[in-house]
């Protein structure tokens, strides 16, 4: 197995297409679609993409688990959950049809936290799989710093690369470890050092990487440069190419999956930063996440300045 993500907090999430929403009114959909959302979930649509061996991890139960368990055999994507008390946490999002300038509103369940028990069985299923990636993507609700001890096992693993694109609590603690590679976006590292928040984002991952065993960082910022530092030393600012954007969402997780691919193929620093953002920026103008044509390179190519 090449990549193997693993998503804290699944998302069950339906879009509704309205000709305007108004508040306080009752709207019709004039169309309506169902998709399985979460970042790992998008790392793993993304490496399918481009052709790698993937399987998602998440936490789920009951009606909604089989709904997402469908829509991901029908699109062959691997998968495994482990079991949430409460189920899948639900979403909306809220597409105007009658004016294509205007912004999508999107609505969100409640987070449920992940049992202890199941975090744990993930960690040991993954170990005893054995992949060359395992990537830990988005939030995880109910994380406990217990857990650190079953990440770092396979961190200790020489043979599975970890990575983290996680926040809030989990982040806090992965960064205690030698992960591979940390990849966050600069809002997330400024939570962290709040207090140099207003810094450059250069001056804050100084502040952030000091002292943390993380071999290499990368801080994106949606259409802004992305930053990256590696063990080597070397440091890289990305400015990712002007494109006309038709839906963001997903172009984050997108750079990630990139990544990890051109890793997988012994790509350079340059080459990997290259590709990777030229992929988001390809996904950024396509209306789906992972749906973009191959290869991205001409269109979409970034100018990098080593720092």
Not at 181 to 200: C, F, Q, Y
Not at 205 to 212: D, I, P
Not at 229 to 247: N, Q
Request: aromatic share 6%; glycine share 10%; with cysteine.
């Amino acid at each position: 197995m090449d990549v193997v993500t693993v998503t804290g907090n699944l998302l069950a999430e339906w879009t509704f297409e309205v000709v305007r929403l108004v508040p306080g009114a009752t709207h019709r959909a004039e169309r309506m679609e169902f998709q399985v959302g979460g970042k790992g979930i998008n790392v793993s649509r993304v490496l399918q993409h481009l052709g790698l061996q993937t399987e998602a991890h998440g936490f789920a139960s009951g009606e909604l688990a089989e709904l997402c368990r469908g829509w991901l055999e029908e699109r062959e994507i691997a998968h495994k959950f482990h079991p949430l008390e409460q189920g899948v946490r639900p979403g909306l999002v809220v597409r105007e049809s009658g004016d294509p300038d205007a912004s999508e509103t999107t609505f969100l369940g409640l987070d449920f936290a992940v049992p202890g028990t199941s975090w744990e069985a993930a960690m040991k299923q993954i170990g005893e799989e054995r992949p060359s990636w395992l990537a830990l993507c988005g939030s995880i609700p109910g994380w406990q710093s217990s857990w650190l001890e079953s990440v770092a096992a396979l961190v200790h693993d020489k043979e599975i690369q970890v990575c983290a694109d996680t926040y809030g609590p989990a982040l806090e603690d992965l960064i205690t470890l030698p992960l591979e590679l940390v990849k966050i976006n600069r809002s997330e590292l400024a939570r962290l050092r709040p207090e140099r928040a207003d810094g450059t984002s250069v001056e804050l991952l100084a502040e952030v990487s000091e002292g943390s065993p993380v071999r290499n960082w990368i801080i994106t910022d949606g259409p802004n440069p992305v930053l990256a530092a590696f063990e080597t030393g070397e440091l890289y600012e990305v400015a990712p190419a002007v494109i006309a954007e038709t839906s963001a969402t997903g172009s984050g997780d997108t750079f990630l999956a990139a990544i990890l691919q051109q890793s997988l193929a012994g790509a350079g620093p340059e080459e990997m930063l290259s590709h990777a953002t030229a992929c988001a920026s390809a996904n950024a103008a396509s209306p789906n996440i992972g749906d973009f044509p191959l290869p991205v390179a001409g269109a979409y190519r970034p100018t990098i300045l080593r720092l």
